[in-house]
């Protein structure tokens, strides 16, 4: 099912896990300043404006895992589902050194149109999903770039991130990625909690084992390295929650 804020797919596969991906789409919707954000194109195809390659790769392994999965249909620059609507960084102005035009002239009406028509569906449709199995986990699908302008290149291939208030899963799927042979960080590059995140709403809020994976943009930009971890990951992901008792 695809709706204006997000797509659903195989609502009735049986797995206990549901694939997430909260950055999926670079779409800018027409009524949002005629569907431009007022930044160059070539930026619009960068991690600025969505996890390139992670839509691919969640919906592959969610076919793989039997999964169902649901994926956002916009711009992280429209506004970011994967923040609290109290974050300061829930409607970015400025981004890995690219100013958004049409968000610093936005006001509270359009904030609120955001969050009404794009943001507060996704979540709706999100949690209908996660409560959709008695047994729930959660395998949220992100993608990170190489090397944030100015800063250190990063020699991860994969992030695993957890919170401090769930580690069933974070620390066991590290060894495990880490047995495979893989540069798997450890809550790298960012932190693996975040007050008022997907995570935090549709998982700790409800006792859900969880785990949020990053992979590094350039092993999956293409529909090739896409099928490649989806299967290497699979693989770790099966059974995986039987392994770790939950």
């Not at 589902?81 to 300061?88: F, I, K, W």
């Not at 992979?215 to 770790?244: P, T």
């Amino acid at each position: 099912m695809t709706a204006e804020a997000y797509t659903t797919i195989g609502r009735d596969r049986m797995s206990r896990w549901l694939v997430t991906c909260d950055h999926a789409a670079n779409r800018v919707p027409d009524w949002i300043n005629g569907g431009d954000l007022g930044i160059d194109p070539a930026d619009m195809a960068r991690h600025i404006a969505y996890d390139v390659g992670a839509a691919g790769l969640a919906q592959r392994l969610a076919e793989r895992l039997d999964a169902p999965a649901i994926l956002s249909n916009f711009s992280r620059l429209v506004i970011d589902p994967n923040r609290g609507e109290d974050d300061p960084t829930l409607l970015m102005r400025i981004y890995d050194g690219t100013v958004i035009p049409a968000n610093r002239r936005m006001d509270m009406a359009e904030r609120e149109r955001r969050l009404e028509r794009l943001y507060r569906p996704y979540h709706a449709a999100y949690a209908d999903l996660a409560a959709s199995h008695p047994l729930r986990a959660i395998c949220a699908i992100h993608s990170f770039t190489r090397q944030l302008r100015g800063r250190s290149r990063r020699p991860w291939a994969v992030g695993v991130l957890y919170s401090h208030r769930d580690e069933r899963l974070g620390p066991a799927l590290i060894r495990e990625c880490r047995d495979k042979g893989w540069i798997t960080g450890d809550n790298e590059p960012y932190s693996g909690h975040l007050d008022g995140d997907s995570i935090d709403r549709h998982a700790l809020a409800h006792g859900r084992p969880n785990v949020l994976i990053e992979i590094c943009n350039d092993l999956i930009e293409d529909e090739a390295g896409q099928d490649l971890w989806a299967a290497r990951l699979a693989a770790v992901l099966d059974g995986f929650l039987d392994r770790c008792g939950v």
